[in-house]
């Protein structure tokens, strides 16, 4: 899960070489922080959210896959 919400961030910012994803390991979910530079952080978040939501949207599906929860978390 952590590539996969990697690689989507690097290809969407400008500088991808700040993006960083941490992972929490929980018993029910796994939370995944994702950090960008300051400038990018509105080219993840999209246009009201859409972006994001699209991402979350992607990282429901992939999980639900391995039959385990995550949850992404975009830090300032």
């Known amino acids: 899960m952590k590539e996969l919400i990697e690689y ?3 290809a969407l910012v ?3 070489e700040q993006v960083s994803v ?4 929980g018993s029910q979910a796994t939370v995944l922080e994702l950090s960008v530079a300051k400038v ?3 080219k993840v978040i999209g246009k009201q959210g859409r972006t994001a939501k ?8 992939a ?3 391995i039959r385990k929860r995550a949850i992404l978390e975009i830090v300032e």
């Open 40 to 42: 990018d952080l509105g």
């Open 8 to 10: 989507i961030a690097k």
């Open 54 to 61: 699209a991402i979350r949207i992607i990282l429901g599906a």
């Open 63 to 65: 999980s639900a896959k």
């Open 22 to 25: 941490n992972a929490l390991e």
């Open 14 to 16: 400008d500088y991808p």
